[in-house]
Each structure stands twice: as C-alpha cells, then as structure tokens.
C-alpha cells in the first residue's frame, strides 16, 4: 500500500492572498432614516439626539445612538420587531461604527417582509 504524504499546509495562490478593501466607518445615517414614511411610522429626536422610530402600530422600533446607547459597550443601532401571542419577537443590534449601509440593508429587508393586516 503507498500512501500519499501531504505537504503540510495549505495551498492557494497569490491572486487568492490578496487583500481586500472593506467598507469601514458609520457612513451616512439618512441611509437608514430615509426608509421611514410619516405615514407610517413616528420619528423622535431625544435630549441625547439619539433617534427613535416606531412603527404606527408599536411593533417595530428602530434607535440610532450617535454616541452608543445608555447601558450597552458601544450598541450604536437597535432594531426589534415586537412579536405576537404565538410567534417571538426578535432584535438585532449593530456597534456604533457599522457602517450605515449595512443597517440600511438590514431595515429594508425587515421592512420589505411586513404586510399589512
């Protein structure tokens, strides 16, 4: 029986090893707040000008802490989708340097999956 020996390591290219460059830095927040309607959702700007956006029907909350919210290590967003008697809510939280792209994406999609009853 032979028995291949592999070589120890891994093996690539230097096409593969090459860096990358990546979105960095919060980026512009009307990216996120430019998807709210006044129809349908109420904007408040608090004493700490953090962001708060609720849905009319209270379910969905949206907060933008500039400087990290009160109480958390650097939570500069905060998304949470209330749930109902038979389905969880959930929430999702992004640092305070996330770029405002990547928010923006993640509102629209839970935006885009809401119906109205």
Known sequence: MIV???S???S???EALRLHEWQLG???PTLVMDQFSADDFDVVVD???DVHVNSKDGRFYL???PLGRPGTDGEGWKIAVTGTAKVRGYQVSFDTETPAEIVAAAVARVLATSQRV
């Open 4 to 6: 291949a020996h592999a």
């Open 8 to 10: 120890p390591g891994f």
């Open 12 to 14: 690539t290219t230097v």
């Open 26 to 28: 919060p980026g512009q």
């Open 47 to 49: 004493d700490r000008a």
């Open 63 to 65: 907060g933008w802490f």
